[in-house]
């Protein structure tokens, strides 16, 4: 990728056209096929999240009950996935107790025999 192809596609979500970028990188757009597709996808996303603004969504009646319950009470599941997790936590570090123990060993060993040897 050419150096203006980055800088152009690290300004593009930052401007609302082309014109923006100021002369150099205006002109490299128009001549470069893969920047005009770049600035392409830009102008279709501004057009849908724009055409979102108007949209109202209407929440369901019981979604402040539902988040309020799971706040209060979370489900079994989720203990259980908590628990898994703390138990793989524990079981890693674990792990890496008995290879540092492993590796201090085998160090302390080779240094006696070097010593030894000498």
Do not use: F, N, W
Not at 51 to 61: G, H, N, Q, V, Y
Not at 74 to 102: C, H, K, L, Q
């Amino acid at each position: 990728m050419k150096t203006r192809c980055a800088v152009v596609r690290m300004r593009l979500p930052g401007v609302e056209s082309v014109d923006e970028l100021g002369p150099r990188l205006s002109s490299h757009v128009e001549t470069c096929l893969t920047c005009q597709a770049e600035a392409a996808r830009y102008r279709t996303l501004r057009r849908h999240l724009g055409a979102l603004a108007s949209e109202t969504i209407e929440a369901p009646d019981t979604l402040v009950s539902a988040v309020a319950a799971q706040i209060q009470h979370p489900a079994a599941e989720d203990r259980r996935g908590t628990m898994v997790r703390r138990a793989a936590i524990a079981a890693s570090a674990a792990a890496g107790a008995v290879a540092a123990a492993g590796a201090g060993t085998i160090i302390v060993i080779g240094l006696r025999r070097t010593r030894s040897a000498a």
